[in-house]
């Protein structure tokens, strides 16, 4: 089975990648919002990664439960650099597909 910390250290990787592109000069607060998630969201998708790979739930379950967990992605470093709604929207999206998309890659 793949290893949960390889998965962490790919959206780590990925968020700044999506950060570099939505975002000029705030990448920093970018990284430190997505870490802030994954940190709040550990537990859960440690347990979720696993139930994926065991095959006791399918993608669009993990998706549906990754999704549920947008709301606490608050991007408060975001917010507190004083960037638009639109674009923290934009970057949130963006690595709450991440977090999906890697689990599959990862996992599956």
Do not use: H
Request: hydrophobic letters at 45%.
């Amino acid at each position: 089975m793949a290893n949960f910390e390889d998965f962490i250290d790919a959206l780590k990787e990925g968020a700044k990648e999506i950060a570099r592109e939505t975002f000029d000069g705030f990448e920093d607060q970018a990284k430190q919002d997505a870490e802030d998630f994954v940190e709040q969201s550990k537990e859960d998708l440690k347990r979720w990664t696993k139930l994926l790979a065991q095959g006791d739930i399918n993608e669009q379950d993990f998706s549906d439960l990754v999704l549920a967990k947008k709301a606490i992605a608050e991007m408060f470093a975001l917010r507190q650099a004083g960037l638009t709604l639109i674009k923290i929207e934009k970057f949130r999206k963006g690595f709450i597909n991440l977090v999906v998309d890697t689990a599959f890659d990862v996992f599956l």
